[in-house]
Structures are given as structure tokens and as C-alpha cells.
């Protein structure tokens, strides 16, 4: 049959293309927030940052994970992580005022890059595409 693709979303690379997508369309989203009222933009960074960081911290969960195999100390890791970022994305809405629109789709470069990159591996499996 056909060769193997290198793309495989168990394999690490794939979880670490999805953080390079999500970095690049976070770049693109703030480059074109910077032409928008200074308010949104703030909600833009905030939003992108918070999603990078929600990635990364799922991230080193598994990282752990795989080194370790301890399930339940892996899990409260991650749970104390995600307390502390929907508290910090709690006070950047509540106290800060960053912009509620602005945060949207800043944090919405997480599932947009898990779908850019999911497509991306589909096209190189199925069709033999290659960007």
C-alpha cells in the first residue's frame, strides 16, 4: 500500500504542531488586532496568551503522564493549573475589564488551531497534500 504518514495525532509532534499553529495564528490575530481600538486589542492578547497557556499546561500534564504513569498526581497537576487559569481569566474579565469580544476571539485560537492542524494532517493522510 501507500507510505505511512507522518502525521499521527498520538504522536507528540502532532500536539506540538497544534501549539506552532496556535502560536501563528495568535501572531496573526494580533497583528490585525493592532488596527482595532486599543480596548480589544488588550482583550486580543489576553485571550491568545490564556489559550497558549491552557495548551501548554495540558501539554506538560501529558508529558508527565507519559514519564511517570501516576495518574491521580498528574490529574491534580492539571486541575490545580486550570484552577489557577480560569481565575486569572475570571480577574482579566471581572477586575481588569478586558474587552469581553476581544477575549473571545483571542482565546479561540485554541480550538481554530486544533481544527487547522487536524485538516492539515486529514489532507496529508487521505490526499497526499503536502504545504
Excluded at 490545580?80 to 476571539?105: E, H, N, R
Amino acid at each position: 500500500m501507500g507510505q505511512p504518514s507522518r502525521w499521527d495525532v498520538t504522536d507528540p509532534g502532532f500536539l506540538v504542531t497544534i501549539l506552532r499553529v496556535m502560536v501563528l495564528l495568535g501572531a496573526a490575530t494580533l497583528v490585525a488586532g493592532a488596527f482595532l481600538p486599543r480596548g480589544l486589542f488588550f482583550g486580543l492578547l489576553s485571550g491568545v496568551l490564556l489559550a497558549i497557556l491552557f495548551y501548554a499546561a495540558t501539554l506538560q500534564a501529558g508529558r508527565i503522564f507519559l514519564r511517570s504513569r501516576r495518574y491521580a498526581q498528574v490529574m491534580a497537576w492539571l486541575l490545580g493549573s486550570q484552577l489557577l487559569l480560569w481565575t486569572g481569566m475570571a480577574i482579566l474579565l471581572a477586575v481588569v475589564k478586558v474587552d469581553p469580544v476581544g477575549f473571545v476571539f483571542g482565546i479561540s485560537v485554541l480550538p481554530g488551531a486544533i481544527i487547522l492542524t487536524t485538516l492539515y494532517w486529514w489532507l496529508v493522510k487521505n490526499k497526499g497534500v503536502m504545504i
